[in-house]
T-cell receptor, first 109, second 111 residues
Framework: GIQVEQSPPDLILQEGANSTLRCNFS?????LQWFHQNPWGQLINLFY???GTKQNGRLSATTVATERYSLLYISSSQTTDSGVYFC???????????FGPGTRLSVLP | DVKVTQSSRYLVKRTGEKVFLECVQD?????MFWYRQDPGLGLRLIYF???????EKGDIPEGYSVSREKKERFSLILESASTNQTSMYLC??????????FGPGTRLLVL
């Protein structure tokens, strides 16, 4: 099945800083989601982005399916952005999303 | 807004007990999923269902079973709980091939 890597595994930022999280995957994908897991454990959808670029407020995401990666940009980070960010692609043969190991983000006041 | 609820946020059970975790969604989604999440291991798929009374094994089905008698409800059953089933359990739903939505999770402790 598809293999997913996320980098960096951990990231500490000062409030107001910008960051880029990366997701690499081993096979062609027809679907990809980004999630944020808050400190209470709730997984929240950020983007459904099989290709191209999308923006939602301070967050944006880009998927380049032909090069097998996706990026999540967080600008002007806030303490509420803290948590774990998961990338979950689905390949052309799989029925389900495969979750990466996540990037743990801590935003300090 | 999609609403996915799970029967308990926290649960404490003893080894050998039968445990039921229930997930209910209000969006008429065909697909429902159960995952467990453990430190260092990420989210792992236990079972999923594409329709009522249908179930398929995920990556780690051993020690678990599921039931889907109604479209909106998907239950995860631990027939005889063991300490290695202490974990965070997450339910998710999805319409077709689209966005997947998660419930708040159940933290299960087996003593």
């Amino acid at each position: 099945g598809i293999q997913v890597e996320q980098s960096p595994p951990d990231l500490i930022l000062q409030e107001g800083a910008n960051s880029t999280l990366r997701c690499n995957f081993s096979d062609s994908v027809n679907n990809l989601q980004w999630f944020h897991q808050n400190p209470w454990g709730q997984l929240i959808n950020l983007f459904y982005i099989p290709s191209g670029t999308k923006q939602n407020g301070r967050l944006s995401a880009t998927t380049v399916a032909t090069e097998r990666y996706s990026l999540l940009y967080i600008s002007s980070s806030q303490t509420t952005d803290s948590g774990v960010y998961f990338c979950a692609p689905r390949d052309n043969y799989g029925q389900n999303f495969v979750f990466g190991p996540g990037t743990r983000l801590s935003v300090l006041p | 807004d999609v609403k996915v609820t799970q029967s308990s946020r926290y649960l404490v059970k003893r080894t050998g007990e039968k445990v039921f975790l229930e997930c209910v969604q209000d969006m008429d989604h065909e697909n429902m999923f159960w995952y467990r999440q453990d430190p260092g291991l990420g989210l792992r798929l236990i079972y999923f269902s594409y329709d009522v009374k249908m179930k398929e094994k995920g990556d780690i089905p051993e020690g678990y079973s599921v039931s889907r008698e109604k479209k909106e409800r998907f239950s995860l059953i631990l027939e005889s709980a063991s300490t290695n089933q202490t974990s965070m359990y997450l339910c998710a739903t999805r319409a077709g091939q689209e966005t997947q939505y998660f419930g708040p999770g159940t933290r299960l402790l087996v003593l």
